[in-house]
């Protein structure tokens, strides 16, 4: 059975840290596409970052409010992948959700910044930025 669950979240000051983790079973993280996702109440769900594999090499993107704060990365014997927050704004605040592609398929990076693009989805963790 494919499951994902997210952890990590929680209360931080501005400008503090967290590492989100979502851990997967029934299935191997290395060979699918990953993304995460975001999600204030009342909003559609938004992309935040991706990490694919392509011929060997490591592809990820960021939406760009999260460039050069965020780092999506995965640790293969883990079977986990992971969204390291730093520097967080209270506009960060959200309910995190990390997603999983099963497709073989090679398509442009932005299709991976899509919600339909992802079959499979976690339940989410909450991360509030607040003083």
């Known amino acids: 059975q494919v499951q994902l669950v997210e952890s990590g979240g929680g209360l931080v000051q501005p400008g503090g840290s967290l590492r989100l983790s979502c851990a997967a079973s029934?299935?191997?993280?290395?060979?699918?596409?990953i993304g995460w996702f975001r999600q204030i109440p009342g909003k559609e769900r938004e992309f935040v970052a991706a990490?694919?594999?392509?011929?060997?090499?490591?592809?990820?993107d960021y939406t760009d409010s999260v460039k050069g704060r965020f780092t999506i990365s995965r640790d293969n014997a883990e079977n986990t992948v992971y969204l390291q927050m730093n520097s967080l704004k209270p506009e960060d605040t959200a309910v995190y959700y990390c997603?999983?592609?099963?497709?073989?398929?090679?398509?442009?990076?932005?299709?991976?910044?899509?919600?339909?693009?992802?079959?499979?989805w976690g339940q989410g963790t909450q991360v509030t930025v607040s003083a």
């Open positions: 029934g299935f191997t993280l290395d060979k699918r596409n």
């Open positions: 997603a999983a592609d099963f497709g073989t398929t090679y398509y442009s990076g932005s299709y991976y910044f899509k919600e339909s693009t992802y079959g499979y």
């Open positions: 990490i694919r594999s392509r011929s060997g090499i490591t592809i990820t």
